[in-house]
């Protein structure tokens, strides 16, 4: 990246204006992160956080918010509710025709298939805001150990209030993250989630710094550092698919004749896999804690899973990434569908024969290219735990590896962003 073209974006009104822009809705962002939501006694609750400082839970459930769904603030639910929303729809779509039907209607369907989105987004925020109001009107069940009262006025129309309060809030978040990919620098949604994973950045390396010495902070800076070369490489790597379309008459027009590629990525699947399976694995453990049980079965999901570091709790965690991998690639790319598009405008792979040839050859390339690509998400997921582990410092890194992998990835996509829009306006860009 050049000093200098970074200049020159800044320089260019109207590319500055979608930059400051996208900035100053991530800035409201983290600010409403902040804010309390009315009937919350913050005192009580930062008294709370002190408690669970360092709980394995505790951190994946606040990791997706920036610390705001400890704090109990008005953007305490984040942008998860729309990932949920917009996850459920997607696995949706191969079950239900009608979604199958809209999502081929083009721009049209599609938009559609956004407004489902958000309905299921703001049922999901009245329901996940009520289920963690609920948990708080009880002292020591939202916080396990401490017994505060979070909630002083437990009258039905405070609940409500507050219920409505982060609902609204996530709506607002929604809005945001639509904002910023129309009229900002694009993507949007993503660009909220790494604001609020890079958000507890400073934080986990100050207290790296305080806790461990200067050593070991050097250390933990390297394996980031490499972790993140690692994602790089392989967020860059794709296998290109040649298709050659063929010359056809319209009226008195030529079309085709031109030669393109078909980009598959070695990770198809992104960071998906390893959400589902972190989220999985961390439901027994939330369970127990939040039962209470002490149960034979309890105790050795608290001995393997609470800690996130066990020989059991990671072996099934990459077999979980490995299996997501597979299939959400399976739900996300359509080789058949590929391959009747590619029929109908005349295009076809070099060497082999359009429709079901294709498809299939689309198949076999594709799983293997998944091979691969699920062993990378699963040694990105479980290399930054044996290496925080081993420098002590794991309790500071809970959810590393996925955090690095979706800060890059985030990062990589918003560079390609700007770079696009300032190749159009004959700038050199960040790259060369």
């Known amino acids: ?15 500055r204006r979608k930059i400051l822009f996208s900035l100053g809705l991530l800035a409201i962002f983290r600010l409403g992160s902040v804010v309390p939501t009315p009937g919350v006694d913050y005192s009580a609750v930062q008294r709370c956080i002190d408690v669970v400082q360092g709980n394995s839970v505790y951190a994946l459930i606040n990791l997706f918010s920036g ?24 696995l949706m779509t191969v079950v239900i025709p009608r979604l199958e039907t809209l999502k081929q209607e083009g721009q049209a369907g599609q938009a559609k298939i956004t407004q489902y989105t958000r309905y299921l987004t703001i049922a999901l925020a009245i329901l996940q805001s009520t289920a963690i109001l609920s948990l ?8 396990s150990g401490c017994n505060e009262q979070i909630i002083p006025n437990q009258g039905i129309w405070v609940i409500l209030v507050m219920v409505l309060a982060m609902t609204a809030g996530t709506a607002v978040i929604m809005w945001f993250g639509e904002l910023i990919t129309e009229r900002g620098i694009g993507n949007g949604m993503s660009l909220l989630i790494f604001t609020s994973i890079i958000a507890t950045v400073p934080a986990q390396f100050a207290s790296v710094w305080g806790s461990k010495g200067a050593l070991t902070f050097v250390f933990t800076i390297a394996v980031g550092v490499a972790v993140m070369a690692l994602v790089v490489f392989v967020e860059q790597a794709q296998r ?3 298709v050659q379309y063929a010359k056809r008459m319209v009226g008195r027009r030529m079309y085709g004749g031109t030669s393109t590629y078909i980009p598959l990525k070695v990770n198809m699947a992104g960071v998906i896999p390893v959400i589902f399976a972190s989220s999985m694995l961390f439901i027994p453990t939330l369970f127990v804690q939040l039962t209470g049980s002490t149960a034979g079965w309890a105790m050795w999901v608290q001995q393997n899973f609470g800690a996130g570091t066990g020989s059991v709790y990671l072996l099934t965690y990459f077999a979980l990434i490995v299996f997501f991998c597979y299939f959400y690639v399976s739900i996300t790319f359509n080789p058949v569908e590929v391959a009747d598009d590619m029929k109908r405008y005349g295009g076809f792979i070099p060497g082999i024969r359009a429709g079901r040839p294709t498809a299939d050859y689309l198949d076999y390339v594709l799983t293997r290219l998944t091979a691969p690509g699920s062993m990378y998400l699963g040694l990105i997921a479980v290399i930054p735990v044996f290496a ?6 794991s309790s500071h890194f809970i959810f590393g590896g996925t955090s690095l992998l979706i800060m890059v990835g985030v990062g990589l996509d918003t560079v ?17």
């Not at 990246?1 to 590319?15: E, K, N, V």
């Not at 610390?67 to 997607?90: H, N, V």
């Not at 708080?136 to 916080?143: N, V, Y």
């Not at 829009?421 to 060369?432: D, K, P, W």
């Open 136 to 143: 708080a009107r009880s002292p020591g069940s939202l916080f």
């Open 67 to 90: 610390g705001a769904l400890l704090q109990l603030s008005i953007f305490a639910l984040g942008i998860m509710p729309y990932i949920t929303a917009s996850i459920i729809l997607q």
């Open 388 to 393: 925080f582990g081993f420098l002590g410092v």
């Open 1 to 15: 990246m050049h000093i200098s073209a970074f200049g020159a974006a800044l320089r260019t009104p109207d590319l």
């Open 416 to 432: 390609k962003q700007i770079e696009a829009q300032l190749q159009q306006r004959n700038y050199e860009g960040f790259l060369r």
């Open 240 to 242: 290109r698919i040649p």
